[in-house]
């Protein structure tokens, strides 16, 4: 879904992009984000959606509260990122976003391997193929976003692909599901 939007972005606004693909940066960087960012996404995600998520399920039954308060505690350590400059509010709620949905789909999987392989994917994509100039992981990606745009869209197109992603994982099998047992 990334790579779509992205690819729909730059055709739609390619003034905000600029190709920064230098062969002989990128190249040594893949073998260490491959390595390092699955070892840098588990760590976030054993701490916030392993013992933290299980820690919080021991006191409060109720998954609102369980994913609220686990987001906020996603979000309280990215509030530093430099992004934060693009607006602090919009930039914070799409980190809460962020710490939203891989909290249900950990809950409702029953598991953390999604919310890996979500997290995982989604740094790998920016350090590796599209970073930003802001961003707080600079990298010389294949491209670069000169200006990220308004911070309230980026979290309206985020709410989207994250429900497309919640229907394609969860929607289609719970509805089959129904389906089945009428």
Avoid at 100 to 108: D, M, P, R
Wanted: proline residues 5%; positive net charge; hydrophobic residues 50%.
């Amino acid at each position: 879904m990334l790579v779509a939007l992205t690819v729909g972005d730059c055709l739609i606004e390619p003034q905000y992009y600029s190709w920064t693909f230098n062969l002989a940066q990128w190249l040594p960087l893949v073998p260490l984000v491959l390595v390092l960012t699955p070892i840098q996404t588990s760590a976030e995600e054993f701490l916030y959606r392993g013992y933290l998520l299980q820690g919080l399920g021991l006191l409060y039954r109720q998954k609102t509260i369980l994913i609220i308060m686990n987001s906020f505690l996603f979000m309280l350590p990215h509030l530093g990122n430099p992004e934060m400059q693009r607006g602090a509010i919009w930039m914070a709620l799409q980190y809460f976003s962020w710490g939203v949905f891989l909290s249900a789909i950990a809950l409702k999987d029953n598991r953390i391997e999604l919310s890996l392989g979500v997290h995982a994917a989604n740094n790998i994509f920016a350090f590796l193929l599209v970073n930003t100039k802001d961003s707080v992981s600079p990298t010389p990606a294949i491209l670069t976003i000169n200006d990220p745009g308004d911070p309230r869209l980026s979290l309206v197109i985020f709410w989207v692909m994250i429900a497309i992603f919640y229907y394609c994982f969860f929607g289609r099998h719970t509805r089959r599901k129904r389906l089945n047992n009428s």
